[in-house]
């Protein structure tokens, strides 16, 4: 089952921000089922008691604040590259010179 940048999760929101909102309900509903349907689905690799449970996952790193879920990262690493961008993509330099 591919989560990240599921076309039913992207229609929904779609569905949403037109003010559909019965509609977008029902494809959110039609997601969650498939997900749940589905199995593991868990990116992480870690052997841990809370693998596969999003709402334990989450909710730890949300308590610690120390790092994101690694099921995360590849959604905030292409927001940040899309930020970069705006300062045509030198944040790399930057870093390099702040070390």
């Known amino acids: ?5 599921n076309e ?3 229609e929904q929101n779609a569905l949403d921000r037109e003010g559909r909102h019965a509609e977008a ?3 959110k509903r039609e ?3 498939q997900v749940r349907e589905s199995g593991d689905h868990c990116p ?3 052997a841990c ?3 596969g449970n999003c ?3 989450v909710t730890l790193h949300r308590g610690h604040r120390d790092h994101l879920p690694m099921c995360m990262w590849d959604m905030v690493n292409e927001r ?3 930020l970069s961008r705006l300062t045509e993509g030198t944040l790399r330099s930057y870093e390099e010179a702040h070390r």
């Open 80 to 82: 940040l590259h899309k």
């Open 55 to 57: 709402f334990e996952c």
């Open 49 to 51: 008691p809370h693998h």
């Open 44 to 46: 992480c690799k870690q």
């Open 1 to 5: 089952m591919k989560i990240d940048g």
């Open 8 to 10: 039913l999760a992207i």
């Open 25 to 27: 309900m029902a494809i």
């Open 31 to 33: 997601f969650l089922k």
